[in-house]
């Protein structure tokens, strides 16, 4: 079973800034995409920003100028860093990889964190 490590979350004041950060496993010779999604309360989960491992990004509208993802592809982690917080940014971060490369072959397949919780005050 993949587990994806996540840490960063916690309680800030708008206006005030996050950092998240995801590990996947170190057996992953190589990952296709990883990046972020978000589930705030009464919403559908939602992209919040994606990397590619050749460094293309997506952000969602919402997030555009304000967080910015970054990736380490030798040790196999993402991080979000969130500046300028609001309160529409509270919900349930989740890291998000596709597309992995073991030893044993390549999986499409896609793997979720545990999620962190992501709380802004006003």
């Known amino acids: 079973q993949v587990q994806l490590v996540e840490s960063g979350g916690g309680l800030v004041q708008a206006g005030g800034s996050l950092r998240l950060s995801c590990a996947a496993p170190g057996n992953f010779v190589s990952i296709n995409v990883m990046g972020w999604y978000r589930r705030a309360p009464g919403k559908q989960r939602e992209l919040v920003a994606v990397?590619?491992?050749?460094?293309?990004?997506n952000y969602a509208d919402s997030v555009k100028g304000r967080f910015t993802i970054s990736r380490d592809n030798a040790k196999n982690t993402v991080n979000l860093q969130m500046n300028s917080l609001n309160p529409a940014d509270t919900a349930v971060y989740y890291c998000y990889v596709a597309g992995t490369e073991t030893p044993l072959g390549f999986s499409p397949d896609a793997y979720w964190g545990q999620g962190t919780q992501v709380t802004v005050s006003s």
């Open positions: 990397h590619t491992r050749t460094g293309s990004t």
